[in-house]
């Protein structure tokens, strides 16, 4: 019989034949990785060490910047200049003892003052419902537009043309002030999104193989429909179309999307057996859910977590941001202007990076929990304890893998931080702005250079962030199993997944687990899509007639953002489920291979193991 110790001895001669041909054993076009640690038999490794302690340095250095320039500009800058208005005699609308006087009312071109309301047609001579202006007269009727009482059409053009004349602010001053306007309705949509994400975890967790042949069903059906459409228009149905080229176009497209719905119904029967597992994996899952129900509170806390370091970024960098040395403050404007010179350029970029490493060192902790669950559920089916995993998770995750977790989310932020120094180059934003479209439909002759370094740019940044993305996600449940660091992890899990990335065989049966993941991953998006969109177009039919704000999709996307956010903390539970009871399956035969097979499956897992081919 062939034992452990004679397998590890001819593993350890191979390793020592391949590195004294290589320099590197990755060099070895058939190296597939080092085996994980056979203490790995009995579930995740309970004695540990910390990992990775330079980036835990670096993270709380990092926040005592941010707290410094907090600190610095708490005496300089005041939110309110990014978009109130002042009147002539230098009194800021809205704020202090013009509280009740938000708006701003034009007389001249240097005389206007705060008021409490736009008056209408009938106030039109009356006294102007100002703060201390001696009695004026209301010259023309207006409507409320952001915080500037603007006349209506019907109105004298000299006092249109004078209103007009009024230069507002910056862009970014204007998404600063949108979502200031918006903050309760944004709260609001935050927490349907928060109720709908609930609702869509318990319809998966009671029927998951619904949900799945229902998205199945949804996908195709729509395809049906929209080639459907196209054909009907392209013949003249319902009145259709008179030009024969569109008609044509409509008639080839309809026949791609129809093809297209047809090679999905015949995916769909040749993988039915493999959407049939993949329906086991998400109730494996949905078993999971309901063993550790206690886990579903985990993303309710670092959600409220998360939209606490949200908000302490936006009001913080809106405060740094109108401390800004760089402004333009004119008798005849009453907004500030506002322009980032060098010193608040980087104090933004500075906080957009802490926050964006908080957000992902929280989503990572997030994630580290949930597998720790789901790797000590799974190894419970051969006696591994389950008492206190949620605490055991939250323990590890912030003490001695704390420095793993953060290096991996600054990663990630660190490339937002990069997309940010971008967006905010000037030539950059000439390129985007003025040409971007042009080059999308034909390329403009005078910088086509400058237009494919920004498209290949793009494209290896997109291309980058997948890769890390992918490095994160499955390094973490590594992490979980053995403690090591983040690099090491993320290198094990990558030979894991490549030894395993077409099938993996199962005593007599065979699965291939990438479909598995794949309808894991479609059910994860699709739900974090619905609960995105849902929420953002509330928020849009909410804020699109309210006056006092200038751009409604400034709120409804950053609505869509965060209910996402919120949409994939939850949708998460099973899609880390799903990633981590394979990988666990996955490490159970590796080390399990001959001596039986995996010797934790879960019982719902056993026909989908043992399944013939």
């Not at 869509?200 to 949900?211: I, K, M, S």
């Not at 291939?512 to 998006?525: A, D, M, P, R």
Request: proline content about 3%; overall charge neutral.
């Amino acid at each position: 019989m062939i034992t452990d110790a004679f397998l590890e001895k001819q593993s350890s001669n191979v390793r020592v034949q391949v590195q004294e041909e290589y320099e590197y054993p990755e060099q070895d076009v058939n190296f597939t990785g080092r085996k994980l640690t056979k203490e790995l038999k009995n579930g995740p490794i309970e004695i540990r060490e910390f990992k990775n302690i330079n980036w835990i340095i670096l993270y709380f250095v990092i926040w005592v910047l941010m707290i410094y320039c907090a600190i610095t500009a708490w005496g300089k800058g005041n939110i309110y200049d990014i978009y109130m208005p002042y009147d002539c005699m230098q009194r800021q609308c809205g704020s202090g003892v013009t509280k009740d006087y938000p708006n701003v009312y034009i007389l001249s071109e240097l005389e206007y003052y705060c008021v409490s309301h736009c008056p209408g047609i009938s106030e039109v001579g009356l006294e102007l419902p100002c703060y201390q202006c001696s009695a004026k007269p209301a010259p023309y009727s207006a409507k409320q537009f952001f915080t500037l009482c603007v006349p209506p059409e019907s109105e004298n053009p000299i006092y249109q043309k004078m209103v007009s004349k009024i230069n507002y602010f910056g862009d970014s001053q204007l998404y600063y002030a949108d979502i200031q306007e918006t903050w309760p309705i944004i709260l609001v949509c935050a927490g349907i999104a928060f109720i709908i994400s609930a609702i869509v975890l318990l319809l998966a967790r009671f029927a998951a193989g619904c949900v799945v042949w229902g998205m199945v069903v949804l996908i195709i059906s729509i395809l049906a429909w929209a080639g459907g459409a196209c054909y009907l228009q392209a013949i003249g149905y319902n009145g259709g179309v008179k030009d024969e080229k569109v008609s044509k176009s409509l008639k080839l497209t309809a026949y791609v999307i129809l093809a297209l719905g047809i090679a999905g119904l015949i995916l769909v029967i040749y993988f039915a057996k493999k959407i049939k597992q993949a329906i086991i994996i998400l109730e494996a899952a949905s078993d999971f859910i309901r063993s550790e129900w206690q886990i579903i509170f985990v993303p309710v806390f670092m959600q409220f977590i998360i939209i606490g370091v949200m908000a302490y970024w936006v009001v913080f960098s809106a405060l740094i941001f109108s401390a800004t040395s760089n402004e333009n403050k004119t008798q005849n404007n009453p907004y500030v202007i506002l322009y980032m010179d060098i010193k608040t350029f980087w104090q933004i970029a500075l906080y957009l990076f802490g926050m964006g490493w908080n957000v992902c060192f929280l989503n990572a902790l997030t994630q580290f929990v949930i597998c720790t669950c789901c790797c000590y559920w799974y190894y419970s089916h051969q006696g591994c304890s389950r008492k206190g995993t949620i605490k055991k998770g939250f323990r590890n995750g912030l003490t001695k893998n704390l420095g793993s977790l953060l290096y991996g989310g600054v990663i990630l932020s660190f490339m937002w931080l990069i997309k940010f120094i971008i967006s905010q180059c000037c030539v950059i934003q000439i390129l985007v702005n003025q040409y971007f479209y042009k080059c999308m439909i034909k390329i403009n002759k005078h910088i086509p250079f400058i237009c494919f370094c920004y498209l290949y740019t793009a494209l290896c940044a997109r291309c980058f962030d997948q890769v890390i993305k992918f490095l994160d996600k499955n390094a973490y449940t590594i992490i979980v199993l053995t403690g090591n660091d983040f690099c090491r992890s993320a290198v094990d899990a990558f030979y894991l997944d490549f030894r395993n990335s077409t099938r993996m065989t199962i005593t007599q049966g065979c699965m291939n687990y990438l479909n598995s993941n794949l309808v894991g991953e479609i059910f994860q998006y699709l739900g974090i899509i619905f609960i995105g969109a849902t929420s953002a177009t509330l928020c849009y039919f909410t804020v699109k007639d309210k006056t006092n704000i200038l751009d409604p999709f400034v709120p409804t996307l950053f609505v869509a953002v965060i209910s996402g956010f919120i949409g994939s903390i939850f949708m998460s539970l099973y899609g880390y489920g799903v990633d981590t009871i394979m990988f666990c399956l996955i490490v159970d035969v590796e080390q399990n291979r001959n001596e039986g097979g995996p010797k934790s499956v879960p019982p719902i897992l056993k026909k989908y193991a043992l399944e013939e081919k």
